[in-house]
């Protein structure tokens, strides 16, 4: 049971390339999240899908999509890196009928130059 | 009104000390108040939570204290150990939201000296 998982581990982008985040978890949970983190300011959500086939925007989307591949996958993707996406990318998941606890990946360091 | 807000931003404590971290929000329907502690290269983990119906809740040397008529609440950490340095953040959630979105405190980075 691996939990969450996030690849890849550390991405240098050069302003403007594209490039896609991919995360995945085996514990069957049924609403997954996207958020970055950047110092002094906690956790920002990106984007999240409270189900299978369902997408929605959180407090900071602009420069991203998303898709939800399936029930284990959620991916994020820079259409066109901007330095201030340079971040630290988390993935999360929550088994909805569990309660509230959300389960983290072990992020992604993004560096855009 | 969806804040949270978290203080200090950092705090160094002894070992065997006392480590207090504060959280304070607005939205009265906030219902659900969980800390996360993240430690360095990791992502967040649920350390413990708390609802409105109770004043404290204590696992092992961690405590949260809930006070809702000035709409705060605060981890305690008893005998602070060398292993308990890490970033800890407060959120709170509402039942009701169907996506279990959690609103975060900006963090506290904690140093426990030995």
């Known amino acids: 049971n691996a939990g969450v998982t996030q690849t890849p581990k550390f991405q240098v982008l050069k302003t403007g390339q594209s490039m896609t985040l991919q995360c995945a978890q085996d514990?069957?949970?049924?609403?997954m999240y996207w958020y970055r983190q950047d110092p002094g300011m906690g956790l920002r959500l990106i984007y999240y899908s409270a189900s299978e086939g369902t997408t929605d925007k959180g407090e900071v989307p602009n420069g991203y999509n998303v898709s939800r591949l399936n029930k284990r996958e959620f991916s994020l993707r820079l259409e066109s890196a901007a330095p201030s996406q340079t971040s630290v990318y988390f993935c999360?998941?929550?088994?909805?009928?569990?309660?509230?606890?959300?389960?983290f990946g072990p992020g992604t360091r993004l560096t855009v130059t | 009104q969806q804040q949270v807000k978290q203080s200090p931003q950092s705090l160094i404590v002894q070992k065997g000390g006392i480590s207090i971290i504060n959280c304070a929000y607005e939205?009265?329907?906030?219902?659900?108040f969980p800390w996360y502690q993240q430690f360095p290269g990791k992502g967040p983990a649920l350390l413990i939570a708390i609802r409105p119906d109770v004043s404290e809740k204590k696992e092992g040397r961690f405590t949260i204290s809930f006070n809702k008529s000035a709409k705060q609440f605060s981890l305690h950490i008893m005998d602070s150990q060398p292993g308990d340095s890490a970033t800890y953040f407060c959120?709170?959630?509402?039942?009701?939201?169907?996506?279990?979105?959690?609103?975060w405190g900006a963090g506290t980075k904690l140093i426990i000296k030995p």
């Open positions: 999360a998941s929550i088994f909805r009928a569990g309660g509230y606890e959300q389960y």
């Open positions: 514990m069957n949970h049924n609403s």
């Open positions: 959120a709170a959630s509402i039942a009701r939201w169907s996506n279990y979105q959690l609103i």
């Open positions: 939205n009265t329907a906030f219902d659900y």
